[in-house]
C-alpha cells in the first residue's frame, strides 16, 4: 500500500468513530486538525473535541488509536488533543451540518 493509500485508508477509519452525542464522525465534524504519516508506519494525529470537558474524551481518544492501530502497515498511533484553534461549527463538512441542521 502506497504512503497515499494508507492516509486514505486513516480518513476512512476516522469516519466510522463517532462522539456518542453527536450522531455525526469526528472527522466530518472538523475535530481532526492534523494527520501524520511516517514512511516507517507511524502515524501521529492532532485533534480536538467540541468541548474541552467533553465526558467522552477518553472513550474518543481510545477509539480512533485503536482504529487507525488495526490499519495493515501502521505500527503506532499517537494521539495529541489540542484546543488551539478552538473548535466551532464552521469545522465541520457540509454534510455534517446537514445531518445536525445548521444549513
Request: charged content about 30%; aromatic content about 8%; hydrophobic content about 40%.
Amino acid at each position: 500500500m502506497t504512503k497515499f493509500e494508507t492516509e486514505e485508508k486513516i480518513v476512512e477509519m476516522l469516519k466510522t468513530v463517532f462522539d456518542p452525542e453527536i450522531p455525526v464522525n469526528v472527522y466530518d465534524l472538523g475535530l481532526i486538525y492534523n494527520i501524520d504519516l511516517s514512511d516507517n508506519g507511524e502515524v501521529t494525529i492532532e485533534m480536538t473535541l467540541t468541548a474541552p470537558n467533553c465526558p467522552a474524551a477518553d472513550f474518543i481518544m481510545e477509539d480512533v488509536r485503536q482504529r487507525v492501530d488495526s490499519i495493515d502497515g501502521i505500527t503506532s498511533t499517537t494521539i495529541n488533543l489540542v484546543f488551539e484553534p478552538e473548535w466551532d461549527k464552521d469545522m465541520m463538512s457540509e454534510e455534517a451540518k446537514l445531518e445536525l441542521g445548521f444549513l
